[in-house]
């Protein structure tokens, strides 16, 4: 699906185990699929972001990697 928009607002229902599912078009937008692994990152304030553990780690490389 092409899409040109930026922003996306998707509800998602929380389980009695404490999970829930990331809806369809949420994952084909960001590329989420299955066995991925996901981090969860949180501020009190801000909310949550979820993100790919592959690209978390390549944007951590560009910031911390060059520092000595």
Do not use: C, H
């Amino acid at each position: 699906m092409k899409n040109d928009r930026e922003q996306y607002v998707w509800a998602a229902k929380i389980g009695t185990k404490g999970q829930f599912v990331i809806p369809a078009e949420a994952r084909e937008v960001f590329g989420f699929k299955p066995g991925d692994t996901i981090l969860l990152l949180g501020d009190k304030s801000k909310g949550i972001a979820i993100v790919k553990k592959e690209d978390f780690a390549q944007l951590f490389d560009a910031i911390i990697g060059g520092q000595k």
